[in-house]
């Protein structure tokens, strides 16, 4: 495949073999310098490398993975960020090179042998399945009510690679979805998984558009629950990135932080890592939108550029691992998973496939729920979700082993969790990162136009900015 700046060069000229095969030899030293070695930036270097580019990563962290990490906790090991993947027909790319790389991509949950998990409402465990018998037909009916509402809502959206296209959009980008929810007149419990629901998925109701919503429910709203989360890598997201990264002749330089990308007007880019640069002809700048202006453009973005990056909404997604001895969930013949009225958020295990008599549960939480917690301690948060989980699961903390806590917003490479477009921000910044800034090229979840806040979102992205870059 002939790179595209050589397809313009070769454009109208009638060359001689052996200029042309100079002509190629030159075109093999096109050099792309990626910013990020989380999957967006794997992606993009393998995809680059498969055309012809030659290509050195700089990741900023001493792993690589971004939001993707894999914590060893004595024989087994849980995910601190990006865990769990959608059926092929969603997650179409992450299955695909999966199968290609040999990585293995298990099934989660103990899929019908048991209760998946619970509600923990007033005090009250309630498996799924007994929310009617114990809460009453009308918070199922209304539960139901809202996830075909959910539906109807993504029938809004004429063309989810470009929402704001959509009839009204302009108006529903300004509503936020705690008020369409409201409008609904939903049981006080169904309201309240509603909203708890929109929480974990993107970010606090009241701070999401309701364009954003509905333009995820046009892709989600027909992805049942058996495509839905029920796969994860059986050696942890770390095997997924390796996959990629063993596959990457350049260099992938760990503990490179980014501070500045220049484009001098000699042509080209010059990426510095403080003192250091790094020349090459085009920069795939990959950190999310939250840490995007850490980085000094020179010069500076576009403003619309520049400002998304100061204003996109992320939200706060966090996580605890808390390994036990004994697999206590399963006595209550449950799968343990757990959706709690209280700040613990979510619960689930992370650990059906892996042997040993213990398990990971996860304790995600996001929006307020987190933001409540900004100031506190990894171990005061660690301790609040202990205590919950005895109090849904009493005697559980005797089982407990070892705890480790990922507050994502504190971490200065993330400063959040995933893109969440807020209200108004949609007609604004939608597709905002598709062009590039000169020779300075943008990928990851946040720059996908499909599945934003997920790791296929990252490795379309990379896909797409190779195939830019190349001019396909
Ligand atoms: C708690 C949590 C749970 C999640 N759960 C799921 C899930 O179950 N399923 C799912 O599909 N997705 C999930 N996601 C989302 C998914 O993890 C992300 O969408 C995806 O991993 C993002 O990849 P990325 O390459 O776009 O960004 P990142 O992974 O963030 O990669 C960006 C990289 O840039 C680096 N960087 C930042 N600044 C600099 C700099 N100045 N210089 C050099 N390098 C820099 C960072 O260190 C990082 O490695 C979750 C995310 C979180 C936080």
Partial sequence: MIPQLIRKTLKGFTLSTSLFISVLVCAEQQEAIVVGAGMAGLTAAYELEQRGYKVTVLEARDRIGGRIGTLDMGDQH???????????????????????????????????????????????????????????LLVRQDQIRFHNELDKLGELITDSADPRTSPNAAMLDNQNVQEWIDNLNLHPTAKML???????????????S??????QYKIYGKVGDNESEILRFLHGGRDFANAFASRINGPILLNHVVTAVNQPNSGGVIVKVGNKSFAGDVAVVTVPSTVLNKIKFNPALPATQKEAADNLNSGTQNKVLLQYSKRFWLDYGLGGDTVSDGQIGWTWESTERQEGEGGILV???????????????????????VDQIEQMYPGSTQYLVDTSAHLWHRDPYTMGGFLAYAPGQMMKYWGVFLEPAGNVYFAGEHTDDEHIGFIEGA????????????GE
């Avoid at 309701?210 to 333009?215: E, K, P, V």
Wanted: no cysteine; aromatic share 12%; hydrophobic share 35%.
């Fill in 363 to 385: 304790a995600y939480f996001s929006g307020s729920y987190a933001d409540a917690q900004i100031e506190w301690t990894d171990e005061e948060v660690i301790q609040d979700k």
């Fill in 194 to 208: 509603a909203e708890h629901y929109v929480r974990a998925e993107f970010d606090d109701a009241d701070n999401v």
């Fill in 459 to 470: 490795v379309r992205s990379g896909v797409r900015v190779a195939k830019q870059i190349a």
């Fill in 78 to 136: 849980g995910e601190i960020g990006g865990e769990l993947i959608d059926h092929p027909r969603v997650h179409t790319l992450v299955n695909q090179y999966s199968d290609d790389f040999g990585v293995e991509l298990v099934d989660t949950g103990y899929w019908g042998k048991i209760e998946e998990g619970a509600y923990y409402i007033d005090g009250q465990l309630i498996p799924y399945g007994s929310l009617k018998r114990e809460l009453g």
């Fill in 210 to 215: 309701l364009l954003y919503m509905a333009s």
